[in-house]
């Protein structure tokens, strides 16, 4: 079983086609190929160690190889690996179920189970929809959402998305939007400085609600953070206003949680930084700490009621592996691991001293701009600091620095021009050091020579 890396090379090559990836560049390099993972480390088939500096994409939380959630899956496996969730239930997912109510925003009260974050913003948009319709209004076909946002890649979430480089292509294929100015301090639609940009955005989503509310089914946005978009950290203010104008005009407010949920920001929850609930609520990433997909969409008891009655008001929607079992317990397990291990309490720390060190990056002559919420690190370079100029496409600036981190054992992966570091929670600071030095030092290298 002990196959080459030659081999697993060009099997890789010959028969895999990765997401997110020009394959023809892909090919130009030695792939890493992963074997193995421990703590902040993930270990590839040469033995070669690396720094997980965006935790497997934001999924990670506790480390890899986390004894106590690979207990848990594998005696869950020992009773059953998987078993449907239409019209019958299972322990692992009645357990995860009112452990999630118990920890999210009170007002959430229901559970729906999918398996990626994708999935989970599906659900949303189309309970959103229908409970309109349950309630005898057909007229809601449209929603309300931000420029340059993110919610996955199905053809619903890449609807309510708005990143040109990934989403226009499929433009024939998507519902439209009301599409609002997303506050993007650093380059502000409106060229005003912060936090009056945040006040012109509200007031824009403000009268696009007023202008449009009776065909209006939902307003959508991610929490905290437009993360796939560049980082882009909603100014303070920002969500909560959002929620004010939804209940002003009584639409449901959805917030897409999957990347920032289970700790990312430093709260558990994004919208907890605001004091803000959604009526529904998406969470995947994070939720299995790294091991298996797994999503839920949570909804208020106004929204579920909706639904419950007869035939007619069903929502027909499922998954083969919704509630799987093996990805419950690992929910759980992780879960419990922020109890027992007080992961937040700890993270504070790190936050403060991630904080401290980006200081320096400041400093670089490339560096045009440092976004940072909590655990969440974007780092914007551009070719001249004073006009802000960017680095054209086709230099793939981002890609040359990630590369170059490699050669020094970090994996990190760029957003355009935004060189991204999100952590496992669990890195301690020995380790965080190693990964802002080898970065800042692969930025340097790449920008400065
Ligand atoms: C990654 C992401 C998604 C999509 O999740 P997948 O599991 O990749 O389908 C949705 N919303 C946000 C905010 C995300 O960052």
């Given at each position: 079983?002990?196959?080459?890396?030659?081999?697993?090379?060009?099997?890789?090559?010959?028969?895999?086609?990765?997401?997110?990836?020009?394959?023809?560049?892909?090919?130009?390099?030695?792939?890493?190929?992963?074997?193995?993972?421990?703590?902040?480390?993930?270990?590839?088939?040469?033995?070669?160690?690396?720094?997980?500096?965006?935790?497997?994409?934001?999924?990670?939380?506790?480390?890899?190889?986390?004894?106590?959630?690979?207990?848990a899956i594998i005696q869950q496996l020992q009773k059953i690996a998987?078993?449907?969730?239409?019209?019958?239930?299972?322990?692992?997912?009645?357990?995860?179920?009112?452990?999630?109510?118990?920890?999210?925003?009170?007002?959430?009260?229901?559970?729906?189970?999918?398996?990626?974050?994708?999935?989970?913003?599906?659900?949303?948009?189309?309970?959103?929809?229908?409970?309109?319709?349950?309630?005898?209004?057909?007229?809601?076909?449209?929603?309300?959402?931000?420029?340059?946002?993110?919610?996955?890649?199905?053809?619903?979430?890449?609807?309510?998305?708005?990143?040109?480089?990934?989403?226009?292509?499929?433009?024939?294929?998507?519902?439209?939007?009301?599409?609002?100015?997303?506050?993007?301090?650093?380059?502000?639609?409106?060229?005003?400085?912060?936090?009056?940009?945040?006040?012109?955005?509200?007031?824009?989503?403000?009268?696009?609600?007023?202008?449009?509310?009776?065909?209006?089914?939902?307003?959508?946005?991610?929490?905290?953070?437009?993360?796939?978009?560049?980082?882009?950290?909603?100014?303070?203010?920002?969500?909560?206003?959002?929620?004010?104008?939804?209940?002003?005009?009584?639409?449901?407010?959805?917030?897409?949680?999957?990347?920032?949920?289970?700790?990312?920001?430093?709260?558990?929850?994004?919208?907890?930084?605001?004091?803000?609930?959604?009526?529904?609520?998406?969470?995947?990433?994070?939720?299995?700490?790294?091991?298996?997909?797994?999503?839920?969409?949570?909804?208020?008891?106004?929204?579920?009621?909706?639904?419950?009655?007869?035939?007619?008001?069903?929502?027909?929607?499922?998954?083969?592996?919704?509630?799987?079992p093996l990805?419950?317990v690992?929910?759980?397990?992780?879960?419990?691991?922020?109890?027992?291990?007080?992961?937040?309490?700890?993270?504070?720390?790190?936050?403060?001293?991630?904080?401290?060190?980006?200081?320096?990056?400041?400093?670089?002559?490339?560096?045009?701009?440092?976004?940072?919420?909590?655990?969440?690190?974007?780092?914007?370079?551009?070719?001249?600091?004073?006009?802000?100029?960017?680095?054209?496409?086709?230099?793939?600036?981002?890609?040359?620095?990630?590369?170059?981190?490699?050669?020094?054992?970090?994996?990190?992966?760029?957003?355009?021009?935004?060189?991204?570091?999100?952590?496992?929670?669990?890195?301690?600071?020995?380790?965080?050091?190693?990964?802002?030095?080898?970065?800042?030092?692969?930025?340097?290298?790449?920008?400065?020579?």
């Amino acid at each position: 079983m002990n196959y080459s890396y030659e081999l697993l090379k060009k099997w890789d090559f010959d028969y895999i086609w990765h997401p997110f990836t020009q394959m023809a560049e892909y090919k130009q390099k030695d792939p890493i190929i992963i074997e193995k993972g421990e703590g902040s480390y993930l270990i590839d088939v040469q033995g070669k160690r690396y720094i997980d500096g965006v935790s497997s994409l934001w999924v990670n939380i506790h480390g890899h190889n986390r004894k106590e959630i690979n207990d848990a899956i594998i005696q869950q496996l020992q009773k059953i690996a998987h078993s449907t969730m239409l019209g019958i239930a299972n322990v692992p997912a009645i357990l995860l179920a009112k452990k999630l109510i118990e920890i999210t925003p009170k007002n959430l009260n229901k559970v729906f189970y999918s398996d990626n974050g994708s999935t989970a913003m599906e659900v949303a948009l189309k309970i959103a929809y229908q409970y309109w319709v349950n309630k005898g209004d057909k007229q809601r076909t449209k929603f309300v959402t931000l420029k340059n946002g993110y919610h996955g890649d199905t053809i619903g979430a890449v609807s309510l998305g708005g990143i040109d480089l990934f989403h226009a292509v499929y433009k024939p294929l998507l519902f439209e939007t009301y599409s609002v100015s997303s506050p993007y301090c650093y380059r502000c639609p409106f060229k005003l400085s912060f936090p009056s940009c945040g006040l012109e955005c509200l007031n824009e989503l403000e009268d696009t609600v007023k202008k449009h509310k009776a065909e209006i089914a939902a307003i959508s946005m991610e929490s905290t953070i437009q993360a796939a978009g560049g980082m882009i950290v909603l100014p303070p203010g920002y969500m909560k206003g959002a929620r004010e104008i939804a209940d002003r005009y009584q639409i449901p407010l959805i917030l897409d949680e999957v990347a920032v949920g289970f700790g990312r920001t430093g709260k558990m929850w994004g919208c907890e930084h605001e004091g803000i609930a959604p009526d529904i609520m998406a969470i995947a990433k994070g939720i299995t700490g790294g091991y298996l997909p797994l999503a839920a969409t949570l909804v208020t008891d106004n929204i579920y009621e909706a639904f419950e009655g007869d035939f007619t008001k069903t929502f027909y929607h499922g998954h083969s592996y919704t509630g799987n079992p093996l990805g419950c317990v690992a929910a759980l397990a992780c879960i419990d691991i922020f109890e027992r291990e007080n992961t937040l309490e700890k993270l504070k720390m790190k936050i403060e001293h991630l904080s401290k060190r980006l200081k320096e990056f400041w400093e670089l002559k490339h560096v045009g701009d440092i976004r940072q919420k909590g655990f969440i690190v974007g780092i914007e370079l551009v070719r001249n600091k004073e006009t802000k100029e960017e680095y054209p496409y086709h230099e793939r600036i981002g890609f040359q620095v990630i590369y170059k981190a490699r050669e020094k054992g970090v994996i990190i992966r760029p957003l355009g021009n935004v060189i991204v570091i999100l952590p496992p929670l669990s890195i301690n600071i020995k380790e965080l050091d190693k990964l802002l030095d080898v970065i800042r030092w692969a930025i340097r290298e790449v920008t400065e020579k």
